[in-house]
């Protein structure tokens, strides 16, 4: 079974500076997508950004980023210039790839980010 | 708004009780899923639809729990004699079948079980 590890419970980041939360994982397939979904404070999860691992490219999408280490199972995401409204909880996820089947997220325990003004 | 909506939001029932909860998935999604979140955790995967079929339902934490999809859209998650420990708060997500099939999530219902 695919297990999803969040090392950091909380992070605190001053607004337009950088912050790096990590993540881990353990499987043992070589096809498969990684995630990482933003959950605000009694709002619902948002996809922040997507992986696929057949992909050696990093996805970026604006001031997110991620750094894909397929060797070391890593999957890190990078917010650059950290804004008031990116607090929020931050979780990694990841979805087997069964031939273009579905199936559900694994999901870690989750980094809660704060950005101090 | 054409995202995932789930009703009710919030549900407060008393231990023995049945509940039912509601998942209407954005429109041109054919997959649905259900997963639960508790105090601290991150989601836990329960089950998925594709259309009408649930093909994966083994997750569901036991037997008091079931979810249908009659018609291949909306979809319903039902718990049959209420513990304490099943307040947790519920999320339905939807997906287009497709290479990506990324997961767009709702809003949840919460559940207290008093």
């Known amino acids: 079974a695919q297990t999803v590890t969040q090392s950091q419970p909380e992070m605190s980041v001053q607004e337009a500076e950088t912050v790096t939360l990590s993540c881990t994982y353990d499987t043992s397939e070589s096809d498969y997508y990684l995630f990482w979904y933003k959950q605000p404070p009694s709002r619902q999860m948002i996809l922040v950004i997507r992986q696929e691992a057949y992909k050696q490219q990093n996805a970026t999408e604006n001031r997110f980023s991620v750094n894909f280490q397929k060797a070391a199972k890593s999957f890190s995401l990078k917010i650059s210039d950290s804004q008031l409204g990116d607090a929020a909880m931050y979780f990694c996820?990841?979805?087997?790839?069964?031939?273009?089947?579905?199936?559900?997220?694994?999901f870690g325990k989750g980094t809660h980010l704060i950005i101090q003004p | 708004d054409t995202g995932v909506s789930q009703n009710p939001r919030h549900k407060i029932t008393k231990r023995g009780q049945n509940v039912t909860f509601r998942c209407d998935p954005i429109s041109e999604h054919n997959r649905l899923y259900w997963y639960r979140q508790t105090l601290g955790q991150g989601p836990e995967f329960l089950t998925y639809?594709?259309?009408?079929?649930?093909?994966?339902k083994s997750r569901l934490l036991s037997d008091r729990f079931s979810a249908e999809r009659p018609k291949g859209s909306f979809s319903t998650l039902e718990i049959q004699r209420t513990e304490q420990g099943d307040s947790a708060m519920y999320l339905c997500?939807?997906?287009?079948?497709?290479?990506?099939?990324?997961?767009?999530f709702g809003p949840g219902t919460r559940l207290t079980v008093l």
């Open positions: 996820a990841y979805r087997t790839y069964s031939g273009g089947g579905a199936d559900g997220l694994t």
């Open positions: 639809f594709q259309n009408e079929a649930q093909l994966e």
């Open positions: 997500a939807s997906s287009l079948q497709g290479l990506t099939d990324t997961q767009y």
